[in-house]
């Protein structure tokens, strides 16, 4: 086994090839400090690497090559886009860069909304408290590197502020039309008292991609937030979402992935005030060469707080799933809710699932629990299903869509939880 300091050294070597002489973009002062702060970062924890303990099973070389690879398009054509049917503000992203001609005016009653690069030419800005600020918070316990690298380095996003209750969704909508091409994106949400927003986002953004969200939800807001990453096969990824809630404040979020070669979904979450509440789900299909990886930090700070974590993934031909789930409960933290489960279906003997659940409770009042399986489809459920006359493929299909429901019942809205099971439904259908 390699040293500890050996490795240290090759990862900081690693990180000095990547960014050491990258110049920054330009900023005002206050985005620049945070540039320079993660920059620093960076530089001092180095690339990620399969030996580290949440990377092992999920090799990140992709992820830090110093080029992205191409990826073939995939074609959707006859395809009605994920949300086409839903009257939202609709923000475009062509491979990761903001187009303003394919988008909405950026204007709507109860939201403020500018892109980062206006944001980064102001003097002052409300998100001076919140770029970078909650991912440098999150680099403890786990060193986060790809997320840092994101704040030093991105020049594309949106900064949306809350401060009502938007008449419309606001939808994200990632396009990719080149086969070559890295997107870094940088998005910062914040969600005034009593205020409450939907975000929506969809799209395979690029051939690969890094992407941050940093939501700051105050106290009784409520942010829900809905992620569809599209079927295109060949892009890989990682996405974090780290979210500070305050008193009685409400996150509810939830990412339907389908496909792709390389993903990964992170979720840093606080539970900052008392009575807050936090959901975090995923569904996710994957058939071939597929590697899909949730992993998800949430930390009880305050009393009487609620947390779900539920993640089912529907897996063959190869596809490989992890899940790495923590818990973490804090002494001031009494009467909290904790709940994790993690879930995948294995349709053949060459699909995988890779899981670490974790608990970590110092509060003597709570009520905390985890679970984590795999297996195939239960025979007795499809024995009883072929003897009420239901077809061997259509009664695998309803128990599949039965083993994700619970990931989608986390959604709020029943129009959106329908029309994305009906997409899943679709891509089941298409697979055989």
Not at 117 to 128: K, S, V
Not at 196 to 218: K, S
Not at 383 to 388: A, H, I
């Amino acid at each position: 086994m390699m040293p500890r300091a050996k490795l240290k050294a090759r990862k900081v070597e690693a990180a000095e090839a990547l960014v050491g002489a990258r110049p920054l973009p330009e900023s005002n002062v206050w985005m620049r400090r945070a540039r320079e702060a993660a920059h620093a970062r960076v530089l001092d924890m180095g690339l990620p690497t399969k030996r580290d303990e949440y990377w092992r099973f999920t090799d990140p070389r992709r992820l830090t090559a110093a080029e992205a690879e191409a990826g073939k398009l995939h074609d959707t054509q006859g395809e009605a886009p994920v949300f086409d049917a839903f009257d939202r503000l609709k923000i475009v992203f062509t491979n990761g860069v903001f187009d303003a001609e394919a988008s909405d005016a950026l204007e709507m009653d109860g939201v403020e909304i500018a892109p980062l690069a206006e944001a980064a030419a102001a003097d002052l800005h409300w998100a001076r408290d919140i770029y970078g600020v909650l991912e440098q918070r999150g680099q403890n316990p786990v060193e986060r590197p790809l997320a840092s690298l994101n704040t030093a380095y991105a020049r594309e996003g949106m900064f949306i502020r809350v401060t009502g209750n938007p008449e419309r969704p606001i939808s994200l909508i990632y396009n990719r039309s080149a086969e070559d091409g890295d997107a870094i994106v940088h998005h910062v949400i914040r969600v005034e008292a009593g205020a409450e927003v939907t975000i929506l986002e969809n799209g395979p953004v690029a051939a690969r991609f890094n992407q941050v969200m940093e939501a700051d939800i105050a106290e009784g807001a409520t942010l829900h937030h809905i992620r569809a990453q599209g079927r295109d096969h060949e892009r890989a990824g990682t996405a974090h979402l780290f979210a500070r809630l305050g008193a009685e404040a409400q996150l509810k979020s939830f990412t339907l992935t389908a496909n792709g070669s390389l993903i990964r979904n992170e979720a840093v979450i606080w539970l900052d005030g008392a009575d807050g509440s936090a959901h975090i789900a995923g569904a996710t299909v994957g058939d071939g060469a597929f590697h899909h990886d949730d992993t998800v930090f949430i930390n009880h700070a305050a009393p009487r707080c609620e947390s779900r974590q539920v993640f089912k993934k529907v897996l063959r031909h190869g596809a490989v799933g992890v899940f790495q789930g923590k818990i973490l409960v804090d002494q001031v933290a009494q009467l909290t809710d904790g709940y994790q489960i993690s879930q995948a279906l294995l349709l053949d003997e060459d699909a995988q699932f890779l899981a670490k659940p974790e608990l970590e409770i110092y509060a003597d009042d709570v009520q905390c629990s985890h679970g984590s399986t795999s297996g195939e489809i239960d025979k007795s459920q499809l024995f009883y299903l072929r003897t009420r006359g239901v077809a061997e493929d259509e009664a695998k299909l309803l128990l599949v869509l039965a083993f994700l429901a619970e990931a989608l019942e986390e959604i709020a809205d029943q129009g959106f939880a329908d029309d994305l099971r009906d997409r899943l439904e679709a891509w089941l259908k298409r697979r055989g």
